[in-house]
């Protein structure tokens, strides 16, 4: 099994719909994130949890929301979806210590919003 | 804020070129440095982490290089084969543990 997991792989949703994007890991990291890519715009930073109860906004974090269920588990939500939230979607684990490798990434959820 | 640049934009190279791809940064303020490989559409792979305190890391064919003072990293590909097509992407990790992306470079090796 993958070290960090994303689900679903794929998604088409209809402009306003309630969609949730969920990440889980066995890495045991403590820290976790998400990030979306656009093609010219690189990987940018949505929100970030160092811990169960520390959740923390990224540069992009406006019309999103998390949850940090578990520390395996932070699932990203999008309110009401609109088109230019159409994206590569990636949740990451890290490792401050650096000993484990850095920086772990899901394989992504592509998110078209219609 | 930290900016991270990678040049080439893209590189074309015939099988069993040595070859090298470059990343920049404005901040030497840095706790890690990682490259990563992206395949069309797929997610990222990790491919060498450098921390703040090293001069370079080495993999297989690949070696990562560091230099804080100049801002800049270089990741060098020995020998490449086709499987070595894909997006290579430098990332810069700052404080508060958040990392910073170049735009990539889009390596093709023709057989």
């Known amino acids: 099994d993958a070290d960090v997991t994303q689900t679903p792989r794929n998604r088409i949703t209809k402009t306003g719909k309630r969609i949730m994007l969920e990440c889980s890991q066995t890495k045991g990291h403590d820290r976790m994130y998400w990030y979306r890519q656009d093609p010219g715009l690189g990987l940018r930073l949505i929100y970030y949890s160092f811990d169960v109860k520390d959740i923390n906004k990224g540069e992009i974090s406006d019309g999103y929301s998390v949850s940090r269920q578990a520390q395996a588990k932070f699932s990203l939500s999008l309110e009401s979806a609109i088109p230019n939230q159409t994206a590569l979607y990636f949740c990451a684990t890290s490792d401050p210590t650096g000993l484990q490798g850095g920086y772990t990434f899901g394989s992504g959820t592509r998110l078209t919003v219609v | 804020k930290q900016e991270v640049t990678q040049i080439p934009a893209a590189l074309s190279v015939p099988e069993g070129e040595n070859l090298v791809l470059n990343c920049s940064f404005t901040?030497?303020?840095?706790?890690?440095l990682q490259w990563f490989r992206q395949d069309p559409g797929k997610g990222l792979t990790s491919l060498l982490l450098i921390q703040s305190s090293q001069r370079e890391q080495t993999s297989g064919r690949l070696n990562a290089s560091l230099d804080k003072s100049s801002g800049r990293s270089t990741l060098y590909i020995a020998a490449s084969q086709p499987g070595d097509s894909a997006t290579y992407l430098c990332?810069?990790?700052?404080?508060?543990?958040?990392?910073?992306f170049g735009e990539g470079t889009q390596l093709t090796v023709n057989p």
């Open positions: 901040d030497s303020a840095i706790y890690n």
């Open positions: 990332a810069i990790e700052t404080s508060g543990s958040r990392l910073t």
